[in-house]
């Protein structure tokens, strides 16, 4: 594998020839300042640019710096050199240096890259140093004892610099905080699998990674309605999650009171409706990703799934399969006539579940009653789903079609959880966490 060294060029030019000599690359990339008095005259002037001294003294004169390690034709002025016209100035420094190393992981992208940023100024070296972290450059420092404070002598060592504090620093502190903000679990997930992969990590520190990283895997895997497999990945944490694992078991419960394929070991029996709650939530976090059309799905979900638990838990009637004689007298022969010759069965949509409800439910506070109050609403509502590209049209949803979708929606599903659930008690749902104190690494 071929390696590619990247060098900030100022002052002696003793610590850069031992770096190439001690890491031995098939290609260096010297970043310099520019202008008359930059180092670049190190890398590109003719006769011997290059000053060994001693204090103020100049001991020795030596050739630029490819023609003294003998690069011949592995250097190209064109490519392998970063001129920086203000040294000073970091943020161009990291922008220029990080285009370089994504310009040389596109053209070779099997080749090992390496910096070390011994020379140039301090803002040279702490953008070299910086890129170097962000794109995993292996990061280099040549040393030795240092007898004065204005520079490295004679006697260096390139030693491998320890980035590992910073990177986990960066990646749980700054990197994480912001994936979660999105809710983006699989991120967080990739990244902590990185950090576990990439780095020889001190014990403790492994532990709390793998912590972190079976927590929002688990977060993942709710997100994604896989409900028993985040149980089994939050369960061993619910010392710092109880709220929202004692939530997660109640939702289990409510979907394994409707859903008769899932069968979970852990379940807790609480008002039945949790997971339209979850389907809520579930819709708040799209949102936050600005993904409209799926927090209409869900919340669409939401509105089916409230008639289909209230239906089955007041008067035993499965929406997918309707019990006729379940049905007041009054009923059965408009909804007799729904049964489909194929398969034998009465089945209910949205709003045939809600019509079943305004005629089985006659009083006000009640959901059949809410129904008949916001019936046209709701109606009018659903035309925005029934239009979008997951449903049946091919309209975009964005924020303001969304919010008025979901003042209705949600507006509904609210006050009707509120009668229904009157003089419950529970665990109120709680979003997905944003941030969680899990320690420090």
Same mark, same amino acid.
């Given at each position: 594998?071929?390696?590619?060294?990247?060098?900030?060029?100022?002052?002696?030019?003793?610590?850069?020839?031992?770096?190439?000599?001690?890491?031995?690359?098939?290609?260096?990339?010297?970043?310099?300042?520019?202008?008359?008095?930059?180092?670049?005259?190190?890398?590109?002037?003719?006769?011997?640019?290059?000053?060994?001294?001693?204090?103020?003294?100049?001991?020795?004169?030596?050739?630029?710096?490819?023609?003294?390690?003998?690069?011949?034709?592995?250097?190209?002025?064109?490519?392998?050199?970063?001129?920086?016209?203000?040294?000073?100035?970091?943020?161009?420094?990291?922008?220029?240096?990080?285009? =370089?190393?994504?310009?040389?992981?596109?053209?070779?992208?099997?080749?090992?890259?390496?910096?070390?940023?011994?020379?140039?100024? =301090?803002?040279?070296?702490?953008?070299?140093?910086?890129?170097?972290?962000?794109?995993?450059?292996?990061?280099?420092?040549?040393?030795?004892?240092?007898?004065?404070?204005?520079?490295?002598?004679?006697?260096?060592?390139?030693?491998?610099?320890?980035?590992?504090?910073?990177?986990?620093?960066?990646?749980?502190?700054?990197?994480?905080?912001?994936?979660?903000?999105?809710?983006?679990?699989?991120?967080?997930?990739?990244?902590?699998?990185?950090?576990?992969?990439?780095?020889?990590?001190?014990?403790?520190?492994?532990?709390?990674?793998?912590?972190?990283?079976?927590?929002?895997?688990?977060?993942?895997?709710?997100?994604?309605?896989?409900?028993?497999?985040?149980?089994?990945?939050?369960?061993?944490?619910?010392?710092?999650?109880?709220?929202?694992?004692?939530?997660?078991?109640?939702?289990?419960?409510?979907?394994?009171?409707?859903?008769?394929?899932?069968?979970?070991?852990?379940?807790?029996?609480?008002?039945?409706?949790?997971?339209?709650?979850?389907?809520?939530?579930?819709?708040?976090?799209?949102?936050?990703?600005?993904?409209?059309?799926?927090?209409?799905?869900?919340?669409?979900?939401?509105?089916?799934?409230?008639?289909?638990?209230?239906?089955? =838990?007041?008067?035993?009637?499965?929406?997918?399969?309707?019990?006729?004689?379940?049905?007041?007298?009054?009923?059965?022969?408009?909804?007799?006539?729904?049964?489909?010759?194929?398969?034998?069965?009465?089945?209910?949509?949205?709003?045939?579940?809600?019509?079943?409800?305004?005629?089985?439910?006659?009083?006000?506070?009640?959901?059949?009653?809410?129904?008949?109050?916001?019936?046209?609403?709701?109606?009018?509502?659903?035309?925005?789903?029934?239009?979008?590209?997951?449903?049946?049209?091919?309209?975009?949803?964005?924020?303001?079609?969304?919010?008025?979708?979901?003042?209705?929606?949600?507006?509904?599903?609210?006050?009707?959880?509120?009668?229904?659930?009157?003089?419950?008690?529970?665990?109120?749902?709680?979003?997905?966490?944003?941030?969680?104190?899990?320690?420090?690494?």
């Amino acid at each position: 594998m071929s390696k590619v060294l990247f060098l900030t060029v100022g002052g002696s030019p003793a610590p850069l020839i031992s770096a190439v000599n001690n890491l031995r690359p098939q290609r260096v990339v010297f970043i310099c300042s520019d202008g008359p008095r930059g180092s670049i005259s190190q890398v590109l002037q003719d006769g011997t640019p290059c000053e060994i001294r001693e204090g103020t003294t100049v001991k020795d004169r030596l050739p630029n710096l490819p023609t003294h390690l003998q690069l011949g034709d592995r250097f190209h002025p064109e490519t392998d050199v970063v001129a920086l016209p203000d040294p000073d100035d970091l943020s161009d420094a990291y922008q220029q240096i990080c285009a =370089k190393i994504l310009e040389v992981r596109q053209t070779t992208p099997e080749a090992e890259l390496a910096a070390d940023y011994t020379g140039g100024t =301090k803002t040279m070296s702490l953008a070299l140093g910086t890129a170097a972290i962000d794109h995993q450059v292996s990061l280099y420092l040549t040393s030795a004892n240092r007898i004065n404070l204005i520079r490295v002598d004679r006697g260096e060592a390139t030693e491998r610099a320890s980035t590992l504090k910073p990177i986990l620093q960066r990646t749980l502190h700054q990197v994480i905080p912001g994936l979660l903000e999105q809710y983006d679990y699989p991120a967080i997930a990739s990244q902590l699998q990185d950090l576990l992969q990439t780095y020889e990590l001190p014990k403790e520190d492994k532990v709390h990674i793998r912590m972190q990283r079976q927590i929002w895997q688990g977060f993942d895997a709710w997100d994604r309605f896989d409900h028993e497999a985040a149980w089994h990945l939050l369960a061993p944490h619910i010392r710092i999650l109880q709220p929202h694992a004692l939530f997660l078991k109640r939702v289990i419960g409510s979907r394994a009171l409707i859903d008769p394929e899932f069968t979970p070991e852990e379940k807790t029996r609480g008002t039945g409706y949790e997971l339209v709650q979850d389907l809520l939530l579930n819709a708040e976090r799209r949102v936050k990703q600005q993904r409209y059309d799926d927090a209409v799905g869900r919340l669409y979900r939401a509105l089916e799934l409230f008639a289909q638990i209230h239906l089955l =838990k007041e008067y035993g009637l499965r929406t997918g399969d309707v019990d006729i004689e379940l049905l007041p007298s009054p009923l059965r022969e408009g909804y007799e006539s729904q049964r489909q010759s194929r398969t034998g069965k009465i089945q209910l949509a949205l709003l045939q579940s809600y019509e079943v409800l305004g005629q089985m439910e006659a009083a006000d506070a009640s959901l059949g009653g809410l129904y008949r109050q916001q019936k046209e609403a709701l109606i009018d509502a659903l035309r925005v789903r029934n239009f979008s590209l997951f449903a049946h049209g091919f309209q975009p949803v964005g924020q303001n079609t969304y919010e008025a979708f979901s003042q209705v929606v949600v507006g509904f599903i609210q006050a009707g959880l509120q009668q229904v659930c009157a003089g419950s008690k529970g665990h109120l749902p709680l979003q997905f966490p944003q941030c969680l104190d899990l320690g420090s690494a």
